[in-house]
């Protein structure tokens, strides 16, 4: 128990955006919208001292957060709303974008930079459990 509150939230399948029911999200937070980020331990998460991510847009033949229906994802992110992060399943011939996987929790970033050819960000403080 790490006594950080939790929050269910729900997404819809396609929008990388989750979605917080409980009103103490609102006062908590700050916000009951959020972007999703998955990890799928391929090495674009470093979790340490800091936790770095470092986007490979090879991943699924492009670099996946500039799709164009994902501009509100891209919104969100770059305005500072926490972040929920996933620890997803790794890509297969029958699943080719992973699963959504088990929340990790929802964070506060840093140095969020999203451009063409990159994207990084810094998580730098744990703001609640997530379910």
């Known amino acids: 128990m790490t006594g950080l509150p939790r929050f269910h939230f729900v997404q819809e399948r396609g929008p990388w955006i989750a979605y917080c029911a409980d009103p103490l999200c609102a006062t908590l937070l700050g916000t009951t919208v959020v972007p999703v980020m998955r990890d799928f331990r391929d090495g674009q998460w470093v979790w340490g001292k800091q936790v ?9 033949g492009r670099p996946w957060w500039n799709d164009p229906g994902q501009a509100r994802w891209r919104e969100l992110l770059l305005s500072g709303s926490p972040l929920l992060v996933r620890r997803a399943t790794p890509p297969t011939a029958e699943a080719p974008t992973g699963s959504v996987g088990e929340p990790i929790g929802v964070f506060r970033t840093h140095d969020v930079a999203i451009a063409d050819d990159h994207m990084t960000l810094k998580l730098i403080e744990r703001l609640a459990e997530a379910s």
Request: charged content about 10%; hydrophobic content about 35%.
């Open 52 to 60: 770095l991510f470092s986007g490979n847009p090879d991943q699924f």
